[in-house]
Nanobody
Framework: VQLQASGGGVVQAGGSLRLSCAAS????????MGWFRQAPGKEREFVGV????????YYSDSAKGRFTISRDNAKKMAYLQMNSLRPEDTAAYYC???????????????????WGQGTQVTVSS
């Protein structure tokens, strides 16, 4: 599975962005889809994950209530809708696919099998 993240950009604090993750190759319905982010000088951190069917989502505390992950398996797409953005959300955002078990447990990088390149999100104050 090849993943391509897009949709990043510069937005003012309080604004919104929608990131997309396009998959090519085999169907993504076999994979939970996660989002991570990495700010300069910091480790990559978990943002959220959606189950294979899309029926379950799980978010980090910083993302909960502001970010929403969705997916369209027919289109081989996953999305990260980010609202009420803050300057501390500034980071490169990565999508990833995991063939492992229960999606709510997939919170570390090593749980994921495939990664896309990052898309930069910059939130200005």
């Amino acid at each position: 599975v090849q993943l391509q993240a897009s949709g990043g950009g510069v937005v003012q604090a309080g604004g919104s962005l929608r990131l997309s993750c396009a998959a090519s190759g085999r169907t993504i319905s076999s994979y939970s889809m996660g989002w991570f982010r990495q700010a300069p000088g910091k480790e990559r951190e978990f943002v959220g994950v959606i189950s294979r069917s899309g029926g379950s989502t799980y978010y980090s505390d910083s993302a909960k209530g502001r970010f929403t992950i969705s997916r369209d398996n027919a289109k081989k797409m996953a999305y990260l809708q980010m609202n009420s953005l803050r300057p501390e959300d500034t980071a490169a955002y990565y999508c990833a696919a995991s063939a492992r078990g229960i999606s709510s447990y997939l919170v570390v990088q090593s749980d994921y099998d495939y990664w896309g390149q990052g898309t930069q999100v910059t939130v200005s104050s």
